[in-house]
């Protein structure tokens, strides 16, 4: 019995995962589904492999069939639900393929099978959500807002909090998160994805709701994967400071770097700023899901999702365009899709060659930090991610949003390639097919300060002082210029990249 769970569960993973290698395996700060061992939030409708814990962190299959059948069948109630194209066939192929091959006890194991054992409860291999909640709600009381800020902020505030137990980002912790955070041995923090699962812009607080799924090392040597759900409260009305004082995480009321005190004063202005009347802050962390086994993405299996469907443009995208022109002249289309191709062309190459150190100045913090996760899990398991023959097919030009500090313009990018994954040792292909072309569709942003303007240069030099980029430390700082380039202060610089099904 529990073979023919096991071919059910294989069959489901085969037919619902549309997670991609590529770059960062199909991750996207919003296109990632959920981790969570929850299955009641109406939020959380991306659904997981892990839901039913039939893949415990251990050992993938072993549980018993009974939560098995209970994972499959909440699986297939949100397919149902959310994909029903996709869902209601889906029931007849299982019925189908279960009453033909469920009883067969011979099958031989190959190499795609051991691969698809290591399947975990990654937030990749997961059901995407329909419509993720969309942070720009918050943009309608906070002009300030901005979307790829606060994705920065959050990621480097949650590292920071385990790194410091709390102590160099008191004024962005409530009381009770903060000795939340009281771990004194994590040495490194390395986030995978981030999942927003709420976002409430409302009286009289604003909330967002997020899973995390990250590699915390530590002190001893050991490593823990873990997916942990982190909420962040502010009064609404507060306004969203300079990045400056953001990403300093400086206190949010005075802009001093001091230091707030364990109660959450500032040791400059006096004021309790932990409390949510000046900035974001987290109210609550807690672990949903944690185990010392990396997970594995699954490349290029299933169908690719959303290719054919229409560009979504933004209402406001040519009077945006002419905005953006007036302020910075020098700004066209064709030198600005040139360098998204070339952004493009050189993070292909560092994924697949796996020198993703070469991807460290063309990335801000959080995506960087993203791939670095997922590149770091396939060099656990001796995996490559090969990517050959790449070619960009199409530009469509989809979003510009110029806001208070940031300016970004969204592009979908169509492109072709073959995409598989091999164990390194003997070349195996684990998945994905090594002599097809798979065509797909991303949508790529990209951001830069306010008030920067136009350069001509190519993707592949510095910013500021145009040297090459070979000399760039782990946070982004050019050797040559000592300049920090990797936050869109001198140029524009690629800060997310979404499914075409997961976006909007
Ligand atoms: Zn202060
Ligand atoms: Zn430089």
Redo the contacts with the bound molecule.
């Keep these: 019995m529990i073979r023919r769970m096991r071919l059910l569960v294989v069959l489901l993973v085969l037919l619902t995962a549309t997670t991609f290698a590529r770059v960062g395996g199909g991750q996207s700060y919003s296109g990632g589904g959920y981790s969570s061992s929850s299955s009641s939030s109406s939020y959380s409708s991306g659904g997981s492999y892990s839901s039913g814990g039939s893949y415990s962190s251990s050992g993938g299959y072993d549980s018993s069939d009974g939560e098995a059948v209970g994972f499959i069948l909440e699986m297939l109630i949100r397919l149902i639900i959310y994909y029903p194209k996709v869902g209601i066939p889906l029931v007849i192929v299982i019925i189908w393929a279960f009453l033909k091959y469920g009883g067969n006890n011979n099958r031989p194991s190959s190499p795609s099978n051991d691969f698809k054992k290591l399947q975990e409860w990654s937030s990749s291999n997961t059901v995407r959500q329909k419509q993720p909640p969309d942070l720009n709600s918050f943009k309608t009381a906070d002009p300030n807002f901005s979307t790829p800020m606060f994705l920065d902020f959050l990621t480097s505030l949650y590292s920071k909090a385990y790194l410091t137990a709390g102590e160099e980002v008191r004024p962005y912790l409530s009381q009770e998160a903060q000795s939340s955070f009281s771990y004194k041995d994590v040495t490194a923090v390395v986030i995978g994805g981030v999942t927003v699962v709420r976002a409430l812009a409302r009286e009289p607080r604003d909330l967002v709701e997020v899973e995390l799924e990250s590699n915390l090392s530590f002190e001893n040597g050991q490593k823990l994967f873990v997916v942990e759900s982190l909420i962040l409260q502010r009064h609404h009305g507060v306004k969203t400071r300079e990045p400056e004082i953001v990403f300093s995480f400086s206190c949010p009321n005075c802009g001093s770097p001091e230091g707030v005190n364990p109660d959450g004063r500032c040791g400059s202005c006096g004021e309790k700023v932990n409390d949510g009347r000046f900035a974001w802050v987290i109210t609550s962390r807690q672990r949903k899901h944690s185990t010392a086994v990396p997970p594995v993405v699954l490349s290029s299996s299933g169908e690719e999702l959303g290719t054919d469907l229409p560009t979504v443009k933004s209402p406001n995208l040519s009077a945006a365009l002419s905005q953006l022109q007036n302020k910075d002249p020098d700004f066209s289309k064709d030198a600005f899709e040139k360098f998204a191709r070339e952004t493009f062309m050189a993070l292909q190459s560092a994924w697949t060659n796996k020198e993703w150190e070469k991807a460290r100045p063309l990335e801000t913090d959080f995506l960087f930090q993203q791939h670095q996760y997922w590149m770091d899990c396939y060099k656990h398991d001796g995996l490559r991610n090969v990517l050959e023959d790449i070619e960009i097919t199409r530009i469509d030009w989809a979003r510009i949003d110029l806001d208070k500090f940031f300016e970004s313009v969204t592009i979908r990018i169509f492109a072709r390639m073959k995409d598989y994954t091999i164990r390194e040792a003997n070349n195996d292909v684990l998945s994905g097919n090594p002599t097809q072309l798979r065509s797909f569709s991303e949508y790529w942003t990209f951001v830069r300060r306010a008030g920067v303007t136009s350069k001509n240069r190519e993707a592949t030099r ?1 910013p ?2 145009g ?1 090459p980029l070979d000399k760039v430390t782990h946070v982004g700082e ?1 050797e ?2 000592q ?1 920090r380039i990797t936050r869109g202060d001198f140029d524009w610089i690629l800060s997310r990249i979404e499914q075409d099904e997961a976006y909007r």
């Design positions: 510095c500021n002082c040297a050019c040559y210029c300049a």
